[in-house]
């Protein structure tokens, strides 16, 4: 239905309702059937209760109170009342109960819905619903299913782990959105999961959903009528919302703030399958005759309506006071106003001392009116968000970096605090390698490129990634390194990586490795025993290659270097003790002291010719050598221990334990360069 309305101030506005608006056949039904009840029942003065609300519409409610039909939660309520089972049906376990407690009952679950109870309860494999899993209709449907999963949105969907060899039967809600439930149609196909797909959806609903989007992307406004509370009206709401940015759910046309419409073109109105058509043929009524009925123009209207607060209204307002977990504000309104701090920001550590002051004069979003109780509940997070959202789209358009603060570690990743809004860090994008731990980011302040921003969801999903950056940020900190970096400079750094064959430490943005043979002046079996993740050490540029991005350093103090008193130590022709600690095809490496070894040939181990090493010596063995010639240029000593037998040994320091001789493998030599 349409009709144009000339203002007086010379506005035009042509309001248009949706052909499908208001009460679908079930909700009809259920509604109708109860008035026709409480005619009957009125005459013997027989009590009667509904299962819950019989539907989400405080209007129908309201008056089915005023005629003594209030709802029950729980059937422990019932003593002789009949019970109503509304629209959104009930599973079996109720209505065995009544059954069994010889309560009498009426069955108004919609044909739809039972639809759904006969496909689940049928099912010889593992059911999948898309829906709310706290609505009634799907607890209802839960109660047929032996083996059920419900699956609220496509992120779900995406996290269902589908087993491709199982079968698989798939239904949704009656009012599930029908965009939504092709997405996730079209996702399973793709999957190749063994799915049969049954589309449940009430036709009413699909079509109201249809001509919802199309009166939305041909209106300036759009006003969606109905319960806040109903899922369909939230699912028609978020339609419009997506085509037409001026959209309103309220729950009748007067609670809606006429300064917030335009005062020329086109206004839809559509219904929520709860909402009583008396509702709607109101709502075109009041806007289509406000004039004539209220003697006053939309510029009237509009000075009025800034003497009461509605729903959905942007005010502006004064902080008066701020505690840690609320902030009042004067609106200049019978009540002040009070914004919770989750709806100031999403910062746990926030101080709200620090994001508003008294007297401060600030935008705020009207959640909820209450006269009765006298409260009027705001939001400036909700204002905020859409502004940050702006600036985040832009951000994600022109690919320009955002600082965010990581607050939060979840599943597969982390949430980062990018301009206040709460938006998703993959693991994979935190940095350009491999993160094992994630909670190392936890309250760190970054850069990040916004990767994904999707408006068509109900709620906007932002993805936000520093994999690029990291790489580009490593990339300059290498260049700054290799810059300045010089052989034999002494630098601090922190142990970021243990590995067989070395330690990797961060020097500032850039890793060097300390390779397992460079951890000491002795002999190290295993990385882990000298060094832990974490640890500070002062390291030493062994080596240096820009063009591979290599840095190579050494634990090992010049200073206490053995080579440098081993002449002193071991003159030629004295006689010490070493340990065997490496046996080879031409003799045997002998320990003489941790970091200092000496090679006895295996000519000089026996005076009798032997043909293996091992037919005399084995690792381990503790024996008496002579030196027979020391090169500290080559760090090389000779020894003998045929030459030294019988004679006396002198004095050395305790040898290692160690008996292994680590020497460079290919494999880890490798993997170095790789890193």
């Known amino acids: 239905m349409t009709h144009q309305n000339n203002c007086r101030g010379g506005c035009v506005i042509e309001v248009i309702l949706a052909k499908t608006a208001g009460f679908c056949y ?24 509904t299962f819950g609300p019989l539907i989400h519409n405080r209007v129908v409610t309201d008056e089915l109170a005023a005629m003594g039909v209030h709802a029950i939660k729980s059937l422990s309520e019932v003593t002789n009342e009949t019970v109503v089972i509304r629209s959104h049906g009930v599973s079996p376990a109720v209505t065995d109960e009544l059954t069994r407690r010889g309560i009498k009952y009426v069955d108004c679950t919609c044909p739809f819905v039972k639809r759904i109870h006969k496909i689940v309860s049928a099912a010889n494999c593992q059911v999948i619903v898309l829906g709310d899993e706290e609505h009634p209709e799907i607890q209802g449907i839960i109660g047929y299913a032996r ?88 699912k028609l709401y978020n339609i419009c919302k997506k085509h037409c940015e001026l959209s309103y759910l309220v729950e009748r046309i007067q609670n809606i703030v006429l ?19 008396a509702i709607t043929e109101e709502a075109v009524r009041y806007m289509s005759e406000f004039e004539q009925n209220n003697n006053q123009s939309f510029a009237d209207m509009l000075n009025e309506s800034n003497l009461s607060l509605h729903t959905g209204q942007v005010v502006k307002g004064r902080v008066i006071t701020v505690t840690p977990n609320e902030v009042t504000v004067n609106l200049n309104y019978k009540y002040e106003g009070v914004i919770a701090r989750n709806e100031i920001t999403d910062d746990p550590a926030a101080d709200l001392d620090d994001l508003l002051k008294p007297g401060q004069e600030i935008d705020v979003f009207v959640i909820h009116v209450n006269d009765a109780d006298g409260n009027v509940q705001l939001s400036k997070k909700k204002l905020d968000s859409q502004k940050k959202l702006v600036e985040l789209e832009e951000a994600f358009t022109s690919k320009t970096p955002v600082p965010g603060k990581i607050i939060e570690q979840v599943k597969g990743g982390l949430i ?108 190290v079996k295993n990385v882990s025993d000298v060094l832990s993740e974490g640890d500070t050490v002062s390291v030493t540029v062994r080596d240096l290659d820009p063009e591979k991005g290599k840095i ?33 095809t031409f003799g045997a490496f002998v320990e003489l002291e941790p970091g200092l070894d000496g090679m006895v040939h295996i000519s000089q181990i026996s005076p009798n010719r032997i043909a293996k090493v091992e037919d005399e010596l084995a690792v381990g063995d503790v024996i008496s050598v002579k030196v027979i010639d020391v090169n500290i240029d080559n760090k090389k000593i000779s020894l003998s221990k045929k030459e030294a037998d019988g004679a006396e040994a002198i004095d050395q320091p305790d040898l290692d334990e160690s008996i292994e001789q680590d020497e460079p493998i290919e494999q880890e030599q490798e993997e170095f360069e790789q890193e």
């Open 147 to 234: 083996d059920v999963h419900v699956l609220k949105n496509m992120d779900e969907v995406r996290a269902y782990p589908f087993d491709l060899n199982a079968p698989y039967i798939l239904v949704s809600q009656t009012t599930y959105s029908v965009e939504d439930f092709e997405r996730a149609r079209d996702y399973i196909n793709q999957l190749g999961a063994n799915v049969t797909i049954v589309n449940t959806i009430c036709k009413a609903t699909a079509e109201r959903q249809e001509e919802a989007e199309t009166l939305a992307k041909q209106c300036d406004a759009m006003v969606v009528l109905g319960d806040p509370n109903s899922s369909n009206t939230k």
């Open 26 to 49: 079930g909700v009809a039904n259920a509604v109708n059937t109860v008035y026709d009840l409480c005619a009957a029942l009125k005459q013997d003065g027989a009590p009667l209760v």
């Open 552 to 584: 190579s350093l050494t634990l090992r103090n010049v200073e206490t270097n053995p080579w440098n008193a081993a002449a002193d130590k071991y003159p030629i022709g004295s006689v010490v003790t070493g340990k065997v600690v490496r046996i080879v």
């Open 416 to 523: 980062a605090l990018i301009k206040g809004v709460r938006v998703f860090v993959p693991s994979s994008q935190i940095s350009n390698r491999f993160a094992e731990d994630l909670s190392v980011y936890l309250g760190k302040t970054l850069n990040f490129n916004i990767l994904e921003f999707d408006r068509s969801r109900p709620r906007v999903r932002v993805v936000a990634g520093r994999r690029e950056l990291a790489s580009v940020e490593h990339a300059q900190k290498r260049d700054e390194f290799f810059a300045t970096a010089e052989i034999g400079q002494r630098i601090t750094g922190t142990v970021s990586r243990i590995a067989s064959f070395g330690a990797f430490v961060d020097l500032g943005g850039v890793d060097g490795l300390i390779h397992i043979s460079e951890l000491s002046w002795g002999r």
């Open 259 to 277: 300064n917030i419409l335009r005062l020329n073109g086109k206004m839809g109105i559509t219904a929520g399958a709860s909402t009583p058509p």
